[in-house]
C-alpha cells in the first residue's frame, strides 16, 4: 500500500503527535517539550521526550525515537502503511485508493468494518422494542443511558439470524462477519448468529477500535454460560485487552491510579459512580500481557477482585504479576459474596467510599490479615514461618531494593523476626529465581522493573555542537549558510556529526530544501537518524552562560543567529581546552618521569601560553557579518590517534 508523498505528508502535519503519544503516556510539560515514562521500555525516572513543535519524540533510555508515524508503528505494532491509514482515519485526511499490494492491510481494515456495522446493529437493536427486555435488565442494574452509550452497549435478538439477514440486507460480504466470530456458516451456504439473546459488551483497543464482543446473558438458560466472548481472531486476544481501557485512560493517567476488577458489570457500575479509572481483567485471571498493558498508563493499582475464594486466589496471582512489574499495589478485600457491583448497587457511592478507607491494604497488610486472620504470628510458628516464606517471595519480586527493603524492615517488625534473618533469605530467593525466565521480560534481558540503558557508545558532539546541529535543522539553509561562514565541515566531530553537517552544506549549496521529516524517514534506524533525533529533542537548551556555569536551560535562544555564533564560539574554545588540558597533561608526565630537556620544556611552556592567549581571544571574539567570507579556523581540532596535539 502506499500514497504519494504528498499526501503522507499531509496526514504527518494533520497528525498531533501530543495527542497521539498522551493518549498511551502520561506527559508533563518541561519547557518546549513534554516528559514521560516510556512506553517501550520500564523505567522509574522519566526519560521519554515529546517535542510537538518538530513532530518527534525520543526515549533517552532505549534510544526509541522517530516521528508521529513511528510511535504508530512501534506503539500499536503495525506496518508504515497501517499507521498513515490509522492516522488519516483519525484526523479526517482522506486517503486515495491504495495500490493493489496493499491486500493484507484491506483484509484487516474489512474485519474492523464488520466489528463496527456489528456494533451499529446491536446498539440499534437494544433501542429497539425488540430490546425491551435488555433495556429493563440495565435499568434494574442501575446502568444509565450515558454509560451504555460511552460504552457502546448493544443487545444480540433472540432470533438464530437477525444479524445474518441484517448482512445479506445490507449487501454486505459475510466473510469478515465469519472470520471475527459473529457469525457461524451452515453447511448449507446459510449463516447463523453466534450471540444471541444477549447484552452485548463492545470490546475495544486501547485507542478505541472494536475489536471483539462479550454477551452476557438476560436470564439463567441451563446449560448456558452466562457470559459469552468472541473467540481469537487475528485482531483480538482475550488475555491481551483490558475491558474499559478507552473509556479510562484519562481518568487513570489524570489520577494516577487504576481499579482492577474482574468483570465488565463490574466496570459499568464503577463508572456509573464517578470510580472512572476502573477497568477489568476480562473474567479472567489477570495475565502478564494485562498487567504490561496497564503499566503503560500508571504504577499504582488497587485490585477489587470479588470478595469470594476464588477472587482471593486470583488477587494473589495479580499480586505476583503487577509487584515483577514495580506497581504500587492496594488490595481491596469485599464482604463475602459481594462484587463492586453488587456492592456499589445496594449501598451506594458513599458507603464505597467509607469502606474502602477503612479497608483498603498495601499487599503486605492484605497478606498478613488473610494469612493471620489477627492472631499473634509468635503463637503460631508455622503460620508465621509460612506467611513469611509467602511474603518474602512477593516482596522478591519488587525490582526496586529500596522498596524491597522497606518491606522487609515491615515484614521483620510485624512477624517479630530478625530483620538480618529475612534479608537474607530474601537474597536467597532472588539468587534462585535469578535463572528463570520472567513473564516481565519477553524481548530482552533487562531486570523487570529495573532502569534500561542503551548500549554504550563512543562520545557524542559536545553541546554546543549539537545546538548547531539542532539550529540547522530548524531554520534552514539561512542558518547553514551563517554556520558555515565561520566554520570549516572539518571543524565537525568525525562521524555522523560531520557527516549530518556535510548534507546540510551540500543541500544549502545545491539550493535544495532542507526537508527534516523526510530525512528522518530516510535515516531512520542509522546513526545518522538517531543524532538527528537526539539534536532536535534535546531534553534541554543550551543556555549562553554554558560554559562558565556549566548549567542547562529549559528556555529556547530567543535569536538563533546570535545563538549560533555563541555556540560556535564556545564549539571553538571546547576544543582549543582540550589542546590546553593534553599539553598540561604532556607537560606534567615529562616533568614526573624527568624526559624533557630544559630546551624542550621552554617550548613546552611557550606553548601553552600562547595556547591560553589564543584561549581568551577567541572567548572575547566577535563575528563580523552573518555572511563574510570564511576566516582561517582556529587551529584546535581534535588529533587523531598516534598525532601530538603540540604540533611538535
Known sequence: MSWPPEKIEEVRLAADILLVIGEAVSLKRRGKNWVGLCPFHTEKTPSFTVAPDKGLFKCFGCGRGGDVFTFVMEYERVSFPEAVRLLAERFGVPLPDPDPRGARSRDQEALYEALREAMRFFSEQLRARSGKRAQNYLRRRGISERIAQRFGLGYAPAGWDALARHVQAMGLDPDPFVRTNLLLPRKDGTYVDRFRDRLMFPITSPSGKVIGFAGRLLQ??????????????????????????YQAREAIRARDEALLVEGYADVLALHEYGFEEAVASGGTALTPEQARLLSRYTRRVTILFDGDEAGLRATLRALEMLLTLNFEVRVLRLPQGEDP????????REAFLAYRSQQERDFLHFVLEQELGGIDASTDPERQARTARLLLRLIGRIPDVLRRTAYVRLLASTLHLPEAMLQGELE?????????PSFARPHSATAPGAESRPPTSPPGPPPPERLLLRLMLEYGARLVEHVFAYMNLEEFTHGPSRELAARLLQAWQAGEPIEVPRWMRMLERTPLGELMLEVLTERYDLSLGWLERRILSADPEPDPHEAAEDAIRRLKCWRLDRVIEENSRQIAERTRRGEAGEEEMRKLLER?????????????????????????????????????????
Not at 616 to 639: G, I, T, W, Y
Open 220 to 245: 439463567a438458560i441451563p446449560n448456558q454460560p452466562k457470559y459469552v466472548n468472541t473467540a481469537e481472531t487475528p485482531l483480538y486476544r482475550k488475555g491481551e485487552v483490558l475491558y474499559g481501557l
Open 341 to 348: 457491583d453488587s456492592f456499589l448497587r445496594r449501598q451506594g
Open 428 to 436: 536467597s530467593h532472588i539468587a534462585r529465581s535469578a535463572d528463570k
Open 608 to 648: 601553552r601560553q600562547e595556547l591560553i592567549s589564543l584561549r581568551r581571544d577567541l572567548e572575547k571574539s566577535r563575528f563580523s557579518a552573518p555572511h563574510s567570507p570564511q576566516p582561517e579556523p582556529f587551529d584546535v581540532h581534535e588529533n587523531g590517534p598516534g598525532e601530538d596535539p603540540l604540533g611538535g
